[in-house]
């Protein structure tokens, strides 16, 4: 079975400082892995989309993800957080469903 | 600009009601999603389209319907079947199901009253 595990549903930083989601996935064939970002009452937007190729995957807004699969893992980072990143989390898996499965999503608070 | 409206924006429903929420979109994509969110759980699949007069049943259908007679259109219709269906839905596109990237629209928030 296919599944995506964040880790953490909440996380809190200081403005300026690294900023590292977790996500660990499951899968039985090569997946497609996806970050989202929802700020309240918004829809869902696309940050960043690995596919194949390269591992480090580059997103908007400065933020960046490392396919490992060794580890089964697509954590996303940003060197320096600022307080508009302060939004509700999503990683996401493509896989051999078809259907997109999505992670619990995790909430990033971010301190003046 | 191309994209996907979802409307309302806030819809109130008194128990037993049907109600039909929109969503529609000008990509040009062939595949629509609706999903349903609360908190804590993450989105969860309702249905989905891969193509006009076609849709299947996603993890969480029962208690919705939905159509698409149109490629542009998706609409899903909460029915009184649906035991607790506050909740923020959210509607989606990709230009064919699987590993294509999925965009949302804007999502609209029901509430039972």
């Known amino acids: 079975a296919q599944s995506v595990t964040q880790l953490g549903s909440h996380v809190s930083v200081s403005e300026g400082a690294l900023v590292l989601l977790r996500c660990n996935y499951s899968s039985s064939v090569p997946p497609y892995l996806f970050w989202y970002v929802q700020y309240p009452n918004q829809g869902l937007q696309l940050l960043l989309k690995?596919?194949?190729?390269?591992?480090l995957v580059k997103g908007i807004n400065g933020f960046e993800a490392e396919f490992k699969k060794s580890e089964t893992s697509f954590h996303l980072t940003k060197p320096s957080a600022h307080m508009s990143d302060a939004a509700e989390y999503f990683c996401a898996l493509s896989g051999n469903t078809g259907k997109l499965i999505f992670g619990q999503g995790t909430t990033l608070q971010v301190k003046p | 600009d191309g994209g996907i409206t979802q409307s309302p924006k806030y819809l109130f429903r008194k128990e037993g009601q049907n109600v039909t929420l929109s969503c529609e979109q000008n990509?040009?994509?062939?595949?629509m999603y609706w999903y349903r969110q609360d908190p804590g759980q993450g989105l969860r699949l309702i249905y989905y389209s891969q193509i006009v007069n076609d849709f299947q049943k996603g993890d969480i259908a029962e208690g919705y319907s939905v159509s698409r007679e149109k490629k542009e259109s998706f609409p899903l219709t909460v029915t009184s079947a649906q035991k607790n269906p506050t909740a923020f839905y959210l509607c989606?596109?990709?230009?064919?199901?699987?590993?294509?990237?999925?965009?949302f629209g804007p999502g609209t928030r029901l509430t039972v009253l």
């Open positions: 990509l040009n994509h062939d595949a």
């Open positions: 690995y596919t194949t190729g390269a591992t």
């Open positions: 989606a596109s990709s230009t064919r199901q699987g590993t294509d990237t999925q965009y």
